[in-house]
């Protein structure tokens, strides 16, 4: 994702320089939730698969989906 996508304003110093970044709030939490996300794929990255077709199995099994 480009930085110009997420609407910045920059901080600077005397000189231009910048120092600090704001963020419309939505942006910013959207940002948490994809780093969040990282990190639950980075932890699970080494768990066994299921194959698709067997979570539907189950999923149906146990009343989750209907049909």
Known sequence: MRAEK???EYV???VGRRKAVILPVEEFDGLLEDLDDLA???ERR????VAHAKVM????KD???QG
Request: net charge negative; charged share 20%; aromatic share 4%.
């Open 6 to 8: 997420l609407h910045p």
């Open 46 to 49: 080494n768990e066994p698969t």
């Open 57 to 60: 199995e189950d999923l149906n």
């Open 63 to 65: 009343g989750y989906l």
């Open 12 to 14: 600077t110093d005397s």
């Open 40 to 42: 639950c794929v980075a």
